[in-house]
């Protein structure tokens, strides 16, 4: 057996692709960057082909082109009233970006410190409230840091298990929070009150380290699996076919010679639900 | 009937202080840049912006024409961040009324409707409903008796929109891959103000597009004018790419007070034609 080495990027890319095993026919939607878009069309062309991917602007690409490439075959049109019709729909997976996010999975996009006068205005909440009443929701976080992970987010764009709860049936009817994908590890809401759980550490990152990067309680399984590593195939088709620049590594830098371990059994699967609600 | 050409003079003129202003496009795509630095120099001020904000709210807060903004986002797109809203918000310059993405794709729904709104899931949970105290849900008069939010019709008194192609009647076109919500808009509005690429006859507006390129009728439309070069320097496909150059030097002029005078007397300091000119040698110095 070959062994078998990749970068964190790759790692993180193959951790956010797993996010989309099981989703069928529906629009992989990446929030942008390289990780989460390659993500998005690394699991159609492995495990998930049925999955549909953009090209980032309003075309559903036939075929599946490397990042910044234009695709040369179109199967779909998504202009943005389509794309808000779909979020309500549900027929998507998103993976969100969050400047901050909570232990129940509250995020926030919108700004940092009192709303009425914010220390850090930043993008306002887009679409993430309508994204996660409505649609299965991960999140891609590239610097896991107590900064991001908070005890409580300042303004509430992405619901959380607890929000949603509280705001009753029409809101947790298609509430679908999957899994939080870091440069560190992955994390999900399989614990008995929902709060976010670590469901696996990178190859090189030790659960101390993530404990100690994360602004609030964790729930830490006894065991925790190692995040898989990236199959040969699935790093021929990122460095040959999807990512020849090697865009994933500026947005993940590597830290650096560490020892992979084996790939822990049934690492991916064992983080979040993996049908579409 | 060629009484709807207008100059970007004559529609800024019509407007008024206080009035509710939508503005098309998204974040810094085929934006009406032209009708709004018109505004920018006009001593119209107190205004309402309704708008999947881009540097069209940055430019109206840059230069205090603006009491509310109402948006779920202000971004320049490849750029995240919009420099002229953050500052406004940050120094609590203008008040927000924020909205998730969807919300306000019903809000224009209903208001172009004529419906006093719309119930919608999104929003539910989010501090949306915290920081918008005056939203209201409503509870589904069927079985499944769903509680959902009202968003309220999103009226506004002028629509300013951007299109590529329209004829001297209002008849509007885009020719790029999305229609963004412009013809929401147009239909939410009282009065709607097209700025266009080119006029075209009518007899040619099918000569560039299909049928179904025709966004905007004109009975929708009060008045057309053609300002090439009008998004800039936000998106026009398939006219223009966004001048990401220019886009960088904008954001980089508002970081500082000095560079932001030294900008504004550069570009913003005289008419659109001298804009455009303005434009027009800086890529050549470039």
């Known amino acids: ?277 | 009937m060629t009484g709807k050409v207008m100059t970007v003079e004559e529609v800024v003129g019509s407007l008024r202080s206080g009035m509710t202003v939508g503005i098309g496009g998204w974040g810094s795509r085929r934006k009406p840049m032209a009708l709004v630095r018109a505004i920018c120099r006009s001593p119209l001020d107190d205004l309402t912006i309704v708008s999947y904000g881009g540097a069209d709210v940055g430019l109206l807060c840059a230069h205090g024409k603006v009491r509310r903004v109402i948006a779920p986002f202000v971004t320049l797109d490849s750029i995240p961040l919009e420099p002229h809203f953050r500052i406004a918000r940050q120094s609590a310059a203008v008040d927000f009324t924020e909205y998730d993405e969807g919300m306000f794709m019903f809000g224009l729904l209903a208001a172009a409707h004529r419906l006093p709104f719309l119930p919608t899931r999104a929003g539910l949970g989010s501090d949306v409903t915290r920081v918008n105290p005056g939203l209201r849900t409503v509870r589904s008069p069927y079985p499944d008796g769903e509680e959902l939010i009202a968003v309220p019709a999103l009226t506004m008194d002028v629509a300013l929109v951007h299109l590529n192609r329209a004829d001297h009647r209002g008849n509007a076109q885009y020719l790029g891959p999305d229609p963004y919500f412009d013809d929401l808009y147009a239909k939410a509005a009282e009065r709607c103000y097209v700025s266009c690429e080119r006029l075209v006859d009518t007899a040619d507006l099918l000569k560039e597009g299909p049928v179904q390129s025709l966004l905007i009728s004109r009975s929708m439309v009060t008045g057309v004018v053609e300002t090439p070069g009008g998004a800039h320097f936000s998106s026009c496909e398939p006219d223009y790419d966004r001048d990401e150059t220019f886009q960088r030097a904008y954001v980089a002029a508002a970081s500082d007070p000095e560079a932001w005078k030294a900008f504004r007397e550069r570009y913003l300091s005289g008419d659109e034609a001298a804009y455009q000119e303005a434009v027009r040698l800086s890529r050549e110095s470039a």
């Open chain 1, 1 to 277: 057996m070959t062994t078998i080495t990749a970068t964190r990027a790759e790692v993180c890319v193959v951790a956010c692709a797993e996010a989309f095993r099981g989703d069928g026919e529906i629009l992989a939607a990446g929030i942008g960057g390289a990780i989460t878009v390659l993500a998005a069309r690394l699991a159609r062309l492995t495990f998930e082909p049925d999955l549909i991917t953009h090209d980032g602007t309003c075309l559903l690409t036939g075929d599946v082109p490397p990042l910044g490439g234009t695709p040369e075959v179109v199967e779909g049109w998504l202009p943005f009233r389509d794309h808000l019709w779909l979020v309500l729909n549900g027929r998507r997976h998103v993976m969100l970006g969050a400047s901050q996010i909570d232990r129940y999975g509250n995020s926030n996009i919108s700004c940092i410190g009192d709303w009425a006068r914010p220390r850090s205005q930043l993008l306002g909440v887009r679409g993430a409230p309508g994204n996660t009443v409505c649609d299965p929701t991960s999140y891609w976080i590239p610097r896991h840091s107590p900064r991001v992970f908070v005890p409580r987010v300042d303004m509430v764009s992405g619901v959380g298990h607890d929000r949603a709860a509280e705001a009753g049936p029409s809101a947790y009817r298609h509430h679908d929070l999957r899994r939080v994908v870091t440069d560190l590890a992955v994390l999900d809401f399989d614990s008995p009150d929902h709060s976010m759980r670590l469901a696996s550490v990178h190859p090189g990152v030790t659960v101390a380290e993530v404990v100690d990067r994360t602004g609030f309680p964790l729930a830490v399984p006894d065991t925790v699996p190692q995040t898989r590593m990236p199959t040969a195939e699935e790093l021929r088709i990122l460095r040959e076919v999807l990512d020849p620049g090697s865009l994933r590594e500026r947005e993940v830098p590597d830290p650096g010679p560490s020892t992979p371990g084996a790939p822990g059994p049934d690492a991916g699967r064992r983080s979040g639900r993996e049908t579409p609600a």
